[in-house]
């Protein structure tokens, strides 16, 4: 972002950067900057290695089940103990061990189903948009018809089919989540094709794909992103919904969707048993909205410099400040 | 002052339009939709364009001026009529056809704050025709290149790595003639380029266009409503009205000796900067509105509107025939 005064064109050539670690190391620079979204990228990397490393982390297996120990209390009521930090649930399983590991399923299915919902929808919407005529009636009537029919139906079709396991879930949240990536793409390009700078590219030559990816996509990033964590909630919801009938995770494994689920018939017993879950649950989503706005305003270079010139005047002033402080003569101290 | 430079290299122009028309489907209209609506929105135009040459193109908005602009660079189906480039009919040029005559032909945008991406730097901007072109195969190969370029509008050489936000309306309209000039084109169509900028910018971009027309031997389509810019630039200056062109003249007959009602009218809108001469002027006024595109009248499409309407006028349309040594008007009356 910082550009020196260069009055030659060599200079101003040398001035460009074109290398990937250059940006990379400016990202860092521009994250430490940014509190919100150093939080967020903080917390996603924990939840990412805790998820990762939950067998060496957590103190009991999460399928052990001990009768005598059926829903104890968190260690802070008179009851509990510190063998089980937050309590057991119905089947006397650790639920501390049991949120570890249900890491591991929700942020996987959660990220996946994102990552492939998002990116057929995003480019079947691209081409909706942009292309228009029958490639725009033959996609949204297809999205029509998606959406028409019964999700969960559609689901519980494949699953029993198929067969329950994570790709199967992974396949059909997708299958089933994609429509609306299609449909909010298409109405953002349909307005955003008609810009002048996209009619620009069209005059310079450029090939449609080109267009698409290069000129449209850019400037949908605050849209997408902002859809993008609103559905990896309903994401990880929505997993929880298939576990609990049985299509989802298969038990022993867990997930914190199926925690949620079952521990809904205990709630007024046991609080824990929804709250644990819930809550890593919401902290997995906050994450993602500290970390996603972070990107929004990374993504846009007026921000991004508007962001950096707001550091570099309080840098500035502090300096001056601390500038004042030396000035002063020490008899008025 | 310009036009000195205007020479007319008489026998093959650059760019020749004969009986453009450009219709568009406007949907049906009627309960049974047994009627269709159709906006004829540029109508049995011709001109031509001689290397070197800039013709201004004069209209109010709805004239059809930038369609007939964009359909020489195949950005709107032509409905009838034909256009040539260097002598090749180019009238329904396929998608790589256009492709190909980009190379040729460029277009500048009115709107400086909004042809530019926001999203990318003006390197990537102004190097992105030599890419797609293959002229070179990454940004780094180009950055030379664009430097020049950025050079020749007058803009920092370091402009390249910053993005378009950071600059003023006239330094983005540069950049936008700098993505324009940098696959060397012949031919220009420059869509109101500096009704968006700033009056005292103006002059600035004009002049630039006109070096670079000069340097380059450019060709320009300068499509405007700003008469005075017009009269700067244009060696020869063709006024639309309706989708017809009223008339068609030399730069300076135009000016001192108009002939069709409505480009009298027109000029009799300009104020002058002189007060006393302001007031001692006789206005010319054109009561009432252009006539709608999706159903223009028979004959003349000015009938409405002209003091000098006769029944001749109402019953057939004009054509555009010579009344001086280069100049032409579409009249019955004058």
Request: glycine fraction near 8%; include cysteine.
């Amino acid at each position: 972002m910082t550009q020196p005064r260069t009055d030659t064109l060599e200079q101003a050539l040398a001035q460009n950067r074109f290398e990937w670690w250059d940006s990379l190391r400016e990202l860092g620079r521009e994250l430490k900057r940014d509190k919100p979204g150093l939080i967020g990228v903080i917390l996603i990397t924990s939840l990412v290695l805790m998820a990762v490393f939950a067998p060496y982390i957590s103190p009991h297996d999460p399928s052990a089940q001990d009768l005598t120990a059926r829903l104890a209390p968190p260690v802070w009521y008179d009851k509990g103990t510190w063998n089980h930090i937050l309590g057991t649930d119905h089947l006397g399983r650790d639920v501390l061990s049991r949120s570890i590991h249900g890491a591991r399923v929700s942020l996987w299915v959660g990220t996946a189903v994102v990552l492939c919902a998002g990116g057929f929808g995003v480019v079947m919407g691209l081409m909706a948009g942009y292309l228009g005529g029958r490639t725009d009636a033959f996609i949204m009537r297809w999205i029509d018809t998606q959406v028409a029919f019964p999700g969960l139906l559609l689901a519980l079709i494949i699953l029993a089919v198929i067969g329950p396991s994570l790709t199967t879930v992974v396949v059909v949240l997708s299958l089933n989540g994609w429509m609306v990536y299609g449909r909010m793409t298409r109405s953002a390009v349909l307005s955003i094709r008609q810009s002048p700078y996209v009619e620009a590219a069209e005059v310079v030559g450029c090939r449609w794909p080109r267009i698409l990816f290069r000129h449209i996509l850019p400037n949908l990033t605050s849209p997408l992103l902002t859809l993008a964590i609103l559905e990896f909630a309903r994401i990880v919801l929505a997993e929880a919904a298939l576990s609990f009938l049985g299509l989802g995770i298969q038990p022993p494994a867990t997930s914190w969707g199926l925690d949620v689920a079952m521990g809904k018939n205990y709630m007024f017993m046991a609080w824990w048993l929804v709250t644990i879950p819930g809550c890593a649950i919401a902290v997995t989503v906050l994450a993602i909205n500290l970390v996603a706005s972070w990107l929004r305003l990374i993504s846009d270079p007026q921000e991004r410099e508007k962001q950096y010139a707001r550091h570099m005047a309080g840098v500035m002033r502090k300096n001056l400040l601390a500038a004042l402080e030396k000035e002063k003569p020490p008899e008025a101290l | 002052m310009t036009g000195q430079a205007h020479n007319r290299p008489g026998d093959s122009p650059l760019v020749a339009v004969k009986d453009l028309s450009v219709l568009f489907d406007a949907g049906r209209a009627g309960f049974w939709g047994g009627k269709r609506l159709i906006v004829h929105a540029v109508e049995k135009v011709s001109f031509d364009i001689h290397p070197g040459e800039t013709l201004g193109l004069v209209g109010e908005s709805g004239s059809g001026k930038s369609t007939t602009g964009r359909a020489i660079l195949g950005r709107v189906p032509v409905s009838e009529g034909q256009i040539f480039f260097q002598g090749k009919e180019i009238t329904h040029a396929g998608k790589n056809q256009v492709r190909e005559l980009s190379r040729d032909m460029q277009l500048v945008f009115q709107d400086p704050y909004a042809s530019l991406n926001p999203r990318m730097k003006i390197i990537d901007i102004v190097a992105e025709p030599l890419l797609v072109h293959g002229v070179v195969k990454n940004i780094r190969e180009a950055a030379k290149e664009v430097a020049r370029l950025l050079e020749l509008v007058g803009l920092p050489p370091d402009a390249g790595a910053r993005y378009p936000h950071a600059f003023s309306g006239g330094q983005r309209q540069r950049v936008g003639i700098a993505r324009a000039l940098a696959l060397k084109p012949r031919f220009i169509v420059a869509d109101e380029p500096v009704s968006a900028l700033d009056v005292s910018i103006r002059a600035q971009v004009v002049n630039l266009m006109q070096d670079l027309q000069s340097q380059f031997g450019l060709s320009y389509l300068f499509i405007a409503h700003d008469l005075a810019v017009v009269r700067h630039i244009s060696h020869r200056i063709a006024i639309m009205y309706a989708g017809n062109i009223v008339e068609l003249a030399d730069r300076d007959l135009i000016y001192d000796a108009p002939v069709h009602p409505y480009t009298r009218a027109l000029l009799s809108a300009v104020p002058v900067p002189d007060p006393p001469v302001q007031r001692a002027r006789q206005r010319i006024t054109c009561p009432g509105e252009p006539p709608n595109p999706l159903n223009p009248p028979s004959g003349c499409r000015f009938q409405s509107r002209c003091p000098y309407v006769t029944q001749t006028c109402r019953d057939a349309a004009p054509v555009l025939t010579q009344r001086r040594s280069g100049q032409r008007a579409a009249c019955w009356n004058c």
